[in-house]
T-cell receptor
Framework: GAGVSQSPSNKVTEKGKDVELRCDPI?????LYWYRQSLGQGLEFLIY????????KSGLPSDRFSAERTGGSVSTLTIQRTQQEDSAVYLC???????????FGDGTRLSIL | QQQVKQSPQSLIVQKGGISIINCAYE??????FPWYQQFPGKGPALLIA?????SEKKEGRFTISFNKSAKQFSLHIMDSQPGDSATYFC????????????FGKGTHLIIQP
């Protein structure tokens, strides 16, 4: 596709369950970023990948959050033992790297019951 | 610690008027300053960005003004149109923009016809 693709677009799950969110970056983009958007906290940076490595994991809110990227393309963000405060829109962005602009997908809206 | 402060939270402007949104930052390592526009249910879309080696950048009706000594930057939207009604976010990043973005809290802009 032409843009960043995220799936699912919506996810509702029960507290305590694990969830996986997927991001397909723009073809050829080497850098990939995860953000979280919530009413209370606004847009927060979580983690970024350059290729398959993650130089900066400083934004991950707890050890229940992890992310991986394989093959320098698709990335998954995993949240274990979900809590109600994890409810938010999770956004993925990609770029050509080296300070080039970040382009965002439309996000996954996660609701924890 | 809120590293990027954005104001106002909301703004109403008449069609054809000038919309002005301001941001201030604290981290002197920031060297890349983009503005994003977001419509409901969509991801943020890059509008315009500036680096500290220039004090102003203009693209169409959108202008960024940058004051390095005051650690402030602003977005001006000239000839504002109803289609500009959206939420606007300023952001900042170190590393020339390669690192994760730190966002302001956003400004909800309404252009009245």
């Amino acid at each position: 596709g032409a843009g960043v693709s995220q799936s699912p677009s919506n996810k509702v799950t029960e507290k305590g369950k694990d969830v996986e969110l997927r991001c397909d970056p723009i073809s050829g983009h080497t850098a990939l970023y995860w953000y979280r958007q919530s009413l209370g906290q606004g847009l927060e940076f979580l983690i970024y990948f350059q290729g398959n490595s993650a130089p900066d994991k400083s934004g991950l809110p707890s050890d229940r959050f992890s992310a991986e990227r394989t093959g320098g393309s698709v990335s998954t963000l995993t949240i274990q033992r979900t809590q109600q405060e994890d409810s938010a829109v999770y956004l993925c962005a990609s770029s050509l790297g080296g300070g080039q602009p970040q382009h965002f997908g439309d996000g996954t809206r996660l609701s924890i019951l | 610690q809120q590293q990027v402060k954005q104001s106002p939270q909301s703004l109403i402007v008449q069609k054809g008027g000038i919309s002005i949104i301001n941001c201030a930052y604290e981290n002197t390592a920031f060297d890349y300053f983009p503005w994003y526009q977001q419509f409901p249910g969509k991801g943020p879309a890059l509008l315009i960005a500036i680096r500290p080696d220039v004090s102003e950048k203009k693209e169409g009706r959108f202008t960024i003004s940058f004051n390095k000594s005051a650690k402030q930057f602003s977005l001006h939207i000239m000839d504002s149109q109803p289609g500009d009604s959206a939420t606007y976010f300023c952001a900042a990043s170190p590393g020339g923009g390669a690192d994760g973005l730190t966002f302001g809290k956003g400004t909800h802009l309404i252009i009245q016809p």
